[in-house]
């Protein structure tokens, strides 16, 4: 079998999509299937004239759309780009597409409708889109809204991420859609169950208003007043960092920025973690936490999107309300004060990462929709 997967993001990147694309490629590597990548960064590689007429397309969307907004001009030249990346490539070495967004799969059906298509959905383009403040006015929630409805209608078959990624998206048929939960991989993210006399806390991911951090701030405020003792490790980084950085300071919290660090870095800081505190507004099947688990954390995370089907609540974790600073407060102090408890949830943890949230499992159920799709050409 000869794979194309294909990603609107300029790969390598942080975040979710990465991961998912990278880890996908060498383990169906390991099953001797071949598989070529595609991103934005082969743009950069096209042909003079190509790259001229995306360049001509940008100009003539900003002279004859005044009220367009600026990222729906980037994600129209998105798509009109790959198309022209699409028409210089020899696509009929694949027997398959894995698409990993809307714009994309619009782009590979526009220019090849016959070639077998398989789409990840990873989220939605409308609800990250308003949370981050981006869109404000029906007019760009329309205009958004299509690529969400293009992710789901130009694929043969949809893997989405988790169940309540389906109940954001335009409606599918039952048999159109399958739900493959994100995978870890449990031989690099693995327990050694260390226990710190400072209790240690870690958090990772962008740092971006959806990501809840404000909360997960006002929290420790609340434990530093009650007298605990705790240290708070954040991995990531992003356009708030200073803000953040000023705020912990001037509240002298114990909070240490530790920026992006290496898979193997990462392992060696979750395996040397207690608590692993997730506080998103907006989650789908994020791998922070699968990776927390796998290395037998104790997990905190809001109840949105995708992490109710991760962690189930008095078992590997607890889940808090959205927004409930005080709920996500109380949720801390019992995993401080409570040590059986904690460590119970650490075994659960990785119990849990290795049954239902594997990497094997992720691309045997990826595979076998492949095989699904093309049969039916």
């Known amino acids: 079998m000869n794979v194309l997967i294909v990603s609107m993001q300029r790969l390598p990147a942080a975040g979710g999509v990465n991961t998912y694309v990278i880890d996908l490629i060498q383990s169906l590597k390991r099953k001797n299937i071949n598989v070529d990548l595609v991103c934005q960064s082969d ?18 969307l900003r002279k004859g759309s005044e009220n367009l907004p600026e990222i729906i001009i980037n994600y129209e030249v998105g798509k009109f780009a790959f198309k022209e990346l699409m028409k210089n490539l020899d696509i009929d070495k694949y027997d398959i597409i894995h698409s990993q967004d809307g714009i994309f799969s619009k782009a590979c059906k526009e220019v090849y409708p016959e070639k077998p298509l398989v789409g990840t959905i990873h989220g939605s383009f409308l609800n990250e889109m308003a949370l981050l403040g981006i869109i404000r006015d029906e007019f760009a929630s329309k205009l958004i809204s299509r690529y969400d409805m293009w992710a789901v209608q130009c694929p043969t078959k949809v893997i989405i991420v988790s169940s309540f990624l389906n109940s954001n998206l335009p409606k599918m048929d039952k048999g159109k859609f399958s739900v493959i939960y994100n995978g870890i991989n449990p031989n690099i993210f693995y327990p050694t169950y260390q226990s710190n006399r400072t209790i240690k806390m870690m958090t990772s991911g962008d740092f971006l208003s959806y990501k809840g951090h404000d909360l997960l701030f006002e929290s420790l405020i609340d434990l530093k007043r009650k007298g605990y003792k705790f240290e708070l490790h954040m991995f990531g980084t992003g356009y708030l960092r200073s803000t953040y950085e000023e705020f912990t300071r001037q509240n002298d919290l114990p909070v240490f920025y530790r920026g992006y660090v290496s898979r193997a870095e990462l392992v060696s800081n979750l395996q040397d973690c207690d608590i692993f505190i997730q506080p998103s507004r907006l989650e789908n099947c994020p791998f922070s936490v699968l990776e927390a688990m796998a290395c037998g954390c104790s997990i905190i995370c809001s109840n949105v999107g995708g992490m109710p089907e991760m962690v189930q609540h008095n078992y590997n974790g607890l889940i808090f309300n959205n927004e409930d600073v005080m709920g996500l407060s109380t949720s801390l102090e019992e995993l401080i004060e409570n040590s059986a ?35 039916m050409k």
């Not at 949830?345 to 929709?369: G, H, K, W, Y």
């Open 43 to 60: 743009i950069d590689n096209l042909p003079e004239r190509s790259l001229k007429r995306i360049d001509d397309y940008r100009e003539l």
């Open 341 to 375: 408890k904690r460590d119970m949830m650490r075994r659960n943890s990785r119990e849990r990462a290795e049954s239902l949230f594997s990497i094997e499992n992720m691309v045997d159920q990826t595979i076998n929709m492949y095989k699904d799709v093309i049969m």
